[in-house]
């Protein structure tokens, strides 16, 4: 069974803090994808992640450079997916190694890779309900997986 909290966030720092919190409960090697629109929060909670590793340096999202790594109480691989137009292309930066590592993975736009994870542990789905006229609220979701990875439908 999946374990499944549910947050909401009222400004950019409570996202952060959101992060700061979660970030406690990981563990090396865990997956955590990201999920949500543009401008829906997703570098703002993995900067907030950065953060409650120990990160000082966390720069933005790689939007253009696929990766970005960090050393933290563990290691960290920010991707962001946004840009790419074959999984092929990710094979090539050798994400396996990423993937299958001891560093923790925060995954923007995972949606290209989705079929090809195995283990995953967390899916984090960020909204933003624009029509609520809520400029600042976030709904986020995290899904936490078992143990041995079997994703469940
Ligand atoms: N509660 C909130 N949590 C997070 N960001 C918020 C919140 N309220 C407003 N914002 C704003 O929304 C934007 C979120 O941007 P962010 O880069 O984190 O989104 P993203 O999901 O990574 O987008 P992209 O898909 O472009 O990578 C920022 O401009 C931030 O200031
Ligand atoms: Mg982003």
Not at 40 to 55: D, V
Not at 64 to 76: A, C, K, M, S
Not at 92 to 119: K, N, R, T
């Amino acid at each position: 069974m999946a374990t499944v909290i549910k947050k909401i966030s009222n400004n950019p720092g409570e996202t952060l803090e959101i992060g700061k919190w979660f970030a406690g409960n990981l563990q090396s090697g865990a997956i955590v994808c990201l999920f949500g629109n543009l401008g829906s929060g997703k570098t703002t909670l993995s900067r907030g992640i950065c953060e409650g590793l120990g990160i000082k340096d966390f720069i933005t999202s790689p939007t253009f450079t696929l990766i970005n790594e960090y050393q933290g109480r563990l290691p960290v691989y920010h991707f962001d997916f946004y840009r790419i137009g074959s999984s092929l292309e990710l094979y090539e930066l050798g994400l396996d190694e990423y993937l299958y590592g001891e560093g923790v993975c925060l995954i923007e736009w995972p949606e290209i890779i989705m079929d090809e994870i195995a283990g995953k542990k967390y899916d984090i789905h960020l909204t933003w309900n624009v029509e609520s006229g809520l400029e600042n609220q976030r709904e986020i979701v995290i899904t936490e997986y078992p143990e041995n990875g079997q994703v469940q439908p």
